[in-house]
């Protein structure tokens, strides 16, 4: 997926997620007027996020490797009247440019263990520029129910290499993003956390919870289930494909349920 391509899917599939992420930040209880980073940020919509947790008074620092998402970030929190509240940088979450303890707390989303880098080294590298006291958290998809009714084909898609993404076969399984207190605890945070968060949506379904769900099924399954028998491949098509007279949006009694993932823990002191 290039770039282009992929904001308009943080864009799309920020309907379905945003609820989720509010609640996960109100858990980690960011202090009134913190300064933080979003190590990994994107476009910028998890920064506006975090700004409303700390309060007027309060500092977010995005930082990304794409220009890209830093621009449309800027241009973004531009915008909603934020840019005094929220800075972007370009900078590697492997190698943050900041000295140490430069933050009161550090958030990471969809990225560490989302990608080939090795996980622990990120987060301790998120706990070395976080402040004692201070907390250090990432989230991250975990789990969708999109197909009610066709069990068999979700489960058969679930398996196939976009389906698995990003755990790719071979990989060691304590990298998988769902071993991540194990990482917590290396780094040497205290008490590490964690936490799945739920959202369903159901018929009738509102244009934008729609079309998030529409870009949904592209993401999780992009080639179209091309790994399939010829005969899910068929399935597939009649029911995830909107021009289908059967597209499983349409139906009266559509349930879907996503799940996201956060993991958390405190830095000693």
Aim: hydrophobic fraction near 40%; glycine fraction near 10%; proline fraction near 7%.
């Amino acid at each position: 997926m290039g770039i282009r391509s992929y904001m308009n899917s943080l864009f799309a599939s920020n309907s379905l997620r945003a609820p989720t992420l509010r609640a996960m930040i109100e858990t980690l209880k960011l202090p009134s007027g913190s300064r933080g980073l979003d190590a990994g940020c994107g476009v910028g919509l998890q920064c506006m996020l975090l700004a409303e947790a700390v309060g007027p008074h309060g500092h977010v620092t995005g930082l990304d490797v794409s220009t890209a998402f830093l621009n449309r970030g800027e241009d973004l929190v531009k915008a909603a009247g934020l840019s005094e509240r929220i800075a972007f940088l370009r900078g590697n979450v492997g190698d943050l440019p900041f000295e140490n303890n430069a933050f009161d707390w550090a958030w990471s989303a969809d990225c560490i263990g989302y990608g080939p880098l090795e996980p622990l080294p990120l987060i301790k590298e998120l706990a070395r520029v976080v402040k004692p006291g201070g907390i250090v958290a990432i989230s991250g998809w975990s789990s969708e129910h999109l197909l009610p009714g066709y069990p068999r084909l979700e489960a058969r898609l679930k398996a196939t290499s976009g389906g698995l993404a990003p755990f790719v076969h071979g990989k060691n399984p304590e990298t998988h993003f769902l071993r991540a207190l194990s990482w917590f605890r290396e780094a040497g945070t205290e008490a590490p956390d964690a936490r799945t968060f739920a959202d369903s949506f159901h018929s009738p379904l509102s244009p934008e919870i729609r079309d998030a769900l529409m870009d949904l099924f592209m993401m999780r399954w992009p080639d179209g289930g091309s790994e399939l028998s010829s005969e899910d491949q068929a399935e597939f098509r009649r029911v995830c494909q909107p021009q289908s007279p059967e597209f499983i949006l349409n139906l009266s009694d559509y349930y879907a349920f996503v799940t996201q993932t956060l993991f958390w823990g405190k830095i000693p002191g």
